[in-house]
């Protein structure tokens, strides 16, 4: 199957980290990616992990692959009341390169 | 980065009448590109796969005779939905590929009445 699942809702309080995660079924997955859709607009890529990898760090943002578990994390330190958006996980498959797979998507709250 | 535009940004229609969405990549040329549909408060579907030059794929349960693609150049697609009835109304995203990933329009609200 290609179930991608997330929690729907998560706050989080101005300087403290928030950590959204992912869950998917199938384990063709050859690039996993994490996308931000802010209000009324298209989704902007955040980051994205090779799926030999176990994690990678971009300034604030950090990824944690588990390919045992599937199971994909975002941690984002010191988050900004700026980063309040829905996030979704996405993942392709290596049998089928054209089409992204998005998860259910979770939006971060965050308050002063 | 590469940027995708999408336009209009927001329509409102009335029942019945066709409304045409266009998609343009500004930095790169691709073959292929995408159409998204996104529900309120729900995730991004896709819809058919667009293809330069030849017909386009569309995902099961989508109506190719009520969304209509055409694939112009490799910049430029548009996405008609034809006589749209207030359950058409949704978030249109467009994505053009890219070397690993997809690169997404800012998308159009479409509202039927």
């Known amino acids: 199957g290609e179930d991608v699942e997330q929690s729907l809702f998560l706050s989080v309080r101005e300087g403290d980290s928030s950590v959204i995660n992912c869950t998917y079924t199938?384990?063709?997955?050859?690039?996993l990616y994490w996308y931000k859709q802010e209000p009324g607009a298209g989704l902007q890529l955040l980051t994205y992990?090779?799926?030999?990898?176990d994690m990678k760090q971009d300034q604030r943002l950090t990824v944690l692959l588990n390919k045992k578990d599937k199971h994909l994390s975002l941690r984002i330190a010191d988050t900004q009341t700026g980063d309040s958006a829905i996030y979704f996980c996405?993942?392709?498959?290596?049998?089928?390169?054209?089409?992204?797979?998005f998860g259910t998507g979770t939006r971060l709250q965050v308050f002063p | 980065g590469a940027v995708v535009s999408q336009h209009p940004s927001w329509v409102i229609c009335k029942s019945g009448t066709s409304v045409k969405i266009e998609c343009r990549s500004l930095d790169f040329q691709a073959t292929t590109m995408f159409w998204y549909r996104q529900f309120p408060k729900q995730s991004l579907m896709l819809m058919a796969t667009s293809n330069e030059g030849s017909k386009a794929t569309y995902e099961q349960g989508v109506e190719k005779d009520k969304f209509l693609i055409n694939h112009a150049s490799l910049t430029l697609s548009t996405l008609t939905v034809t006589s749209a009835h207030p359950e058409d109304s949704s978030f249109y995203i467009c994505?053009?590929?890219?070397?690993?990933?997809?690169?997404f329009g800012p998308g159009t609200r479409l509202t039927v009445l």
């Open positions: 994505s053009w590929p890219s070397t690993d990933t997809q690169y």
């Open positions: 199938d384990s063709s997955s050859t690039y």
């Open positions: 996405a993942e392709i498959l290596y049998y089928n390169t054209d089409k992204l797979i």
């Open positions: 992990i090779f799926s030999n990898m």
